[in-house]
């Protein structure tokens, strides 16, 4: 059955369309257009009490097509939106065959620009740029193209297809603006370095900010700064101090995965410089282990905090697509800052989202004995916030693992997941059948290694659905843990067939995709398990139906 629309001025289209009625795996309070394709973030802001949220998209079918433009909504809040009028669209020689990522600055006297990448006429990849028509609307629905474009074409050297994504830019002590645009050479991935006086002519730097070998494209680059002290406070783009370390962010296009450096920048030499050179030491920093890419930050400065969005693809087919009529979701945005240790990034969702929170429930002091599961009921489990403190046992009595010879993704695979340890694997049954058939676990397992403790995280959907025509890869890493920590948590944002977990307040995010065939709706359960053979106690499990988010 098909459910017809009529478009508003305020929708993202301004003719008529149409989408199936019966969508179990529409979600509720995740961000998506209305129909059709939406892959990366563009450039969020905030401009005059508007939250801005801009992203690529195809308005005229579910896949990435050539006509790809700017979508573009609006909120208060970050959660309830109102979709606009796309403000992009292919219809100049410099971005005739495609309006593709960027991002927004913010010039002297709050003055947006966009920096956008345009496929030209030969379909060679350049930058462009684009200006508001009316600054005094805060909805700013209207953009127009620089005369003077293109302002950026691909340099010597660099692959014409592989020239794209400019980072929001950021001003220096000399009053010179400074970006960076994600390029590649063959398989070996560039951060470009550009600078200008004026945000229209550029200058390429000599030596990009970063290369690396074999990565593929640099995708989505950012490049931001982070307080050293901990504090969750965001800092503006521009800041550079000794307070202030900063994150140097590349989307690897051979690998799909989301990888940063934190390290020092030298404004005066233009270089940043990795506190570990981790392509070669192997411990690589990587925002989210799952279904999670072309991720983009802003500084929200009427919160003074930084917030990163990433694109979550789907894993069903392209039949699947063009049947649900839509394909894409963001996440849920995340606050980010630098952890105490000075060593990695912690993400959490942002507070706003907790209005949406209904109905609780909760669970304190509940022993989890060996092979136990207890339902989480009361509460409406397809689209759920759950967060939960496990009480662990004497990490002594943990197995030994040798990390050197293992994958963690070999770990997190359903022959291991189901497998009884000694601590765990424990954790949450989401988006569960009632007799468990069908299932997500995110779960925990500790284990011993020589003078330290490391703990494997696990968002394994392999028996998330009946159907086989999905993508079911479990995701997972491995992590060290404090032994006199006797404490980890989990929460996970639950949303009809996205699942986003944060691990021990948001050291580690996993972000699944699943398609149940019987958990949907109210057929939906929520578990927590323990097949380990150690004992762990719950020691407080909160859970909120959510309330759907407002899209109009």
């Known amino acids: ?82 979709h606009l009028n796309h403000i992009l669209e292919p219809s100049e020689s410099y971005d005739i065959n495609g309006c593709y990522s960027g991002s927004i600055t913010t010039l002297p006297g709050e003055k ?33 193209k620089d005369p003077q474009n293109p302002i950026m074409i691909p340099p010597s050297g660099i692959d014409v297809e592989g020239f794209r994504d400019p980072t929001t830019a950021w001003q220096g002590g000399d009053g010179k603006w400074r970006v960076i645009i994600g390029a590649k050479t063959g398989d070996d991935g560039k951060a470009l370095l550009y600078h200008s006086d004026d945000f229209v002519n550029w200058k390429l730097h000599p030596n990009p900010l970063y290369a690396s070998d074999n990565t593929g494209m640099f995708e989505c680059p950012d490049f931001f700064p982070v307080h050293i002290s901990g504090s969750k406070s965001g800092v503006d783009t521009s800041i550079q101090n000794s307070s202030v370390k ?7 296009q051979n690998k799909q995965l989301e990888y940063y450096f934190l390290g020092e920048y030298f404004p005066d030499q233009e270089k940043f410089i990795p506190d570990a050179d981790w392509a070669r030491t192997g411990l690589d920093l990587i925002l989210d282990h799952g279904m999670f890419y072309a991720s983009k930050s802003f500084f929200d400065n009427a919160k003074k905090r930084r917030i990163l969005w990433g694109w979550s693809k789907e894993c069903d087919t392209t039949q699947d697509d063009y049947e649900k009529g839509w394909a894409g979701l963001q996440s849920i945005p995340r606050q980010v800052w630098l952890d105490k240790s000075g060593k990695w990034l912690m993400q959490w969702p942002i507070e706003e989202v907790e209005k949406l929170r209904d109905k609780q429930v909760s669970i304190t002091g509940e022993k989890l004995i060996g092979g136990s599961t207890i339902e989480v009921s009361g509460i409406t489990a397809s689209q759920v916030d759950v967060e939960v403190l496990f009480e662990l046992p004497e990490l002594e009595n943990a197995e030994w693992l040798d990390e050197s010879e293992v994958d963690s993704h ?16 424990f954790g949450l049954l989401a988006l569960a059948s009632e007799d468990q058939t069908e299932h997500t676990a995110i779960f925990f397992r ?17 028996r998330s659905s009946l159907r086989q025509d999905l993508d079911k890869t479990p995701y997972g890493t491995i992590f060290d843990i404090d032994p006199n920590v006797k404490t980890i948590s989990l929460r996970s944002l639950i949303d009809r067939s996205i699942i986003e977990s944060f691990g021990e307040k948001g050291r580690i995010c996993i972000t699944s995709r699943v398609y149940p065939s019987l958990a949907i709706d109210k057929d939906a359960h929520l578990y927590v398990f323990n097949n380990g053979s150690q004992s762990v106690v719950i020691s407080e499990l909160n859970a909120w139906s959510m309330k759907e988010a407002e899209f109009s």
């Open 1 to 82: 059955m098909i459910m017809e629309i009529n478009a508003s001025p305020d929708n993202i289209n301004s003719v008529k369309y149409n989408v199936h009625e019966k969508q179990p795996y529409r979600t509720w309070y995740h961000f998506q257009p209305p129909q059709n394709w939406m892959n990366d973030p563009n450039g969020p802001m905030y401009y005059k009490g508007v939250y801005h949220f801009f992203y690529q998209h195809n308005p005229y079918a579910p896949t990435f097509g050539r006509h790809m433009v700017w979508g573009h909504s609006v909120s208060y809040d970050l959660i309830n939106w109102i």
């Open 112 to 144: 947006p620009v966009i920096m956008y990448t345009g496929s030209d006429t030969n379909k060679h990849q350049i930058q462009n740029l684009a200006m508001p028509k009316n600054l005094s609307d805060p909805f700013l629905r209207e953009w127009v």
């Open 410 to 425: 070999l770990l997190c695979s359903e022959e291991y997941a189901s497998r009884s340890g000694i601590i765990g694997p």
């Open 246 to 252: 900063h994150v140097l962010k590349m989307s690897y």
């Open 446 to 462: 500790i284990y011993r290694a020589p003078n330290r403790y490391l703990c494997l995280m696990c968002s394994d959907q392999s």
